[in-house]
């Protein structure tokens, strides 16, 4: 029999009709593959992405005040300097002291108490315009040391704890630890207060403001040149 070249025709174009559907199929699958692995990497990509975090409600640094902004170069520095030391004729005995303000100009007043010495000094503007003996307290009611602001002042003050005078009062702590007058005698003790004689306490009440700073140490504060650390 004499094959049919009409059929064979026909089933070469069938196959190559297949041939290139397969390629088709191949192709998109290979192409949905690319796009899955694609798509998973931008996935993967942004998981490892940070989350967005809204702004802060407030500002991270602290606006300067206008005040703030107006200190010089030397009030920035710690503590302060001392310009010149007041002039003491010998040793000062129990309830002596020295105040000299005159000719000294205006300035911010400082308080330095040395527990060890015994001595408070007042310094207005860096200048020592006082020192007197003091009173301070021992045993039980040891007087703290550290830096403290005067937060209240009473000339008339009577001790909410003890219900005796404390003239002249300058509060430095809330549970009663202050500046005041007080019989200032070699033997006796404060609860914890400073005590200085009562003519010397005025006048320093007189000079202190509410947030004058004050420095109580045991021995010589730490200073660096001519400049007290710490107050």
């Not at 030397?74 to 040793?91: A, C, K, M």
């Not at 007087?143 to 300058?170: A, C, Q, W």
């Not at 021995?219 to 001519?226: H, L, T």
Request: glycine share 10%; net charge negative; proline share 6%.
């Amino acid at each position: 029999m004499t094959p049919n070249k009409g059929m064979g025709l026909g089933f070469k174009l069938l196959a190559a009709a297949a041939l290139v559907a397969g390629a088709t199929q191949m192709l998109s699958a290979c192409s949905e593959t690319e796009s899955a692995e694609a798509e998973a990497e931008t996935v993967a990509a942004a998981a490892a992405l940070p989350l967005a975090t809204e702004a802060p409600a407030e500002p991270l640094l602290t606006p300067i005040s206008h005040a703030d902004a107006a200190i010089t170069e030397e009030d920035d520095q710690p503590g302060f300097r001392i310009t010149s030391p007041l002039t003491v004729d010998g040793e000062m005995a129990f309830g002596e002291y020295a105040w000299n303000a005159d000719g000294v100009p205006q300035g911010e007043l400082r308080i330095i108490v040395d527990l060890q010495a015994e001595r408070l000094y007042a310094y207005r503007g860096g200048f020592e315009i006082g020192r007197a003996v003091i009173l301070y307290g021992h045993d039980d009611t040891p007087t703290p040391t550290g830096s403290f602001t005067i937060t209240e002042k009473n000339r008339d003050h009577i001790s909410n704890l003890y219900f005796v005078p404390m003239p002249f009062m300058m509060r430095l702590t809330n549970d009663g630890i202050a500046i005041h007058g007080s019989m200032v005698e070699q033997g006796y003790a404060s609860r914890g207060c400073v005590g200085i004689p009562d003519d010397f306490a005025e006048l320093l009440f007189n000079e202190a403001e509410i947030g004058t700073r004050v420095l109580i140490t045991r021995g010589s504060p730490i200073v660096d040149g001519n400049r007290v650390v710490g107050i």
